[in-house]
């Protein structure tokens, strides 16, 4: 099933997210919590931006790829160490993906990265190559549903939103094996369509969104991540995907 790329709003790194995000720190560990099963020895994550998730990469072998130089050096100076190498580049580009197959990567993260990539499928054939040498797990969180795509995700610079059949589809084309494949967050859905169609927020860091951002981290996920634990919910704010280079 082809996917429809738009055409975001031209708009990179900070101005992508809420300002408040690195407050959210109970949804960055639901989701940490999520992927942690399907993780390896050796991680490679793309896309690291901020770093809000790497805290809870503590003790891992782990290798930083971003596009930022500067994000990069941040990143370095925070969350440096042995065993961690921090590279600023495109995840398109194939020579470096050729660099990083050479690491022993027997795990790759990609967290709400891939709907910024206008070349996904280069991007996914890159991943491949880097994670063919081990048979490494990719693993991917999206923004789900295409009918969920308005205002909120030009600001954010979102070439798209995708539903399992999509994605999977892609992986498969680019040579991998999904194993796991489901939607998160029902009721951030229901917050992102109320956003996007009623209030239509100016920026994804006005007052109201950082603090509904905030107050939905701190009150609501605990809550919700403990039901979706015992139900998975046919729709979600996010689609999470894990696969296997074969």
């Known amino acids: 099933m082809a996917t429809r790329e738009r055409k975001p709003l031209e708009v990179a790194g900070a101005e992508t997210m809420s300002s408040a995000l690195p407050q959210a720190v109970e949804y960055h560990r639901w989701f940490y919590e999520l ?28 290798t930083v790829l971003d ?9 370095a100076q925070e969350f440096g160490g042995e065993g961690r190498e921090f590279v600023a580049g495109d995840v ?28 996904d499928r280069q991007a996914l054939e890159n991943f491949h190559r880097i994670l ?23 600001m954010a610079g979102h070439y798209r939103r995708l539903s399992k059949g999509q994605l999977s589809d892609l992986m498969r084309d680019c ?15 229901l917050g992102w369509l109320i956003n996007g169609r009623v209030f239509k927020p100016k920026s994804l860091s006005t007052r109201a969104v950082n ?34 280079a074969v």
């Open 132 to 154: 063919k040498p081990r048979q490494g797990n990719f693993i991917v969180i999206v923004p789900a549903h295409e009918f969920l795509y308005g205002a909120m995700d030009e």
């Open 35 to 62: 992927i942690e099963p399907h993780l390896g020895d050796h991680i490679l994550d793309v896309g690291s931006g901020l770093g809000n998730h790497l805290q809870f990469f503590a003790g891992r072998k782990l």
């Open 211 to 244: 603090t509904q951002l905030v107050l939905f981290s701190r009150l609501f996920v605990p809550v919700i991540k403990q039901i979706e634990k015992k139900v998975q919910p046919p729709f979600g704010q996010s689609l999470l995907m894990v696969a296997q």
């Open 67 to 75: 596009l930022s130089p500067e994000c990069v050096a941040q990143l």
């Open 175 to 189: 040579g991998f094996k999904v194993t796991t494949a489901r939607y998160v967050n029902a009721v951030g859905a």
């Open 92 to 119: 398109c580009d194939k020579a470096i993906a050729e660099t990083l197959s050479t690491k022993g990567i027997d795990t790759l993260t990609c967290l709400n990265v891939l709907e910024h990539v206008k070349d």
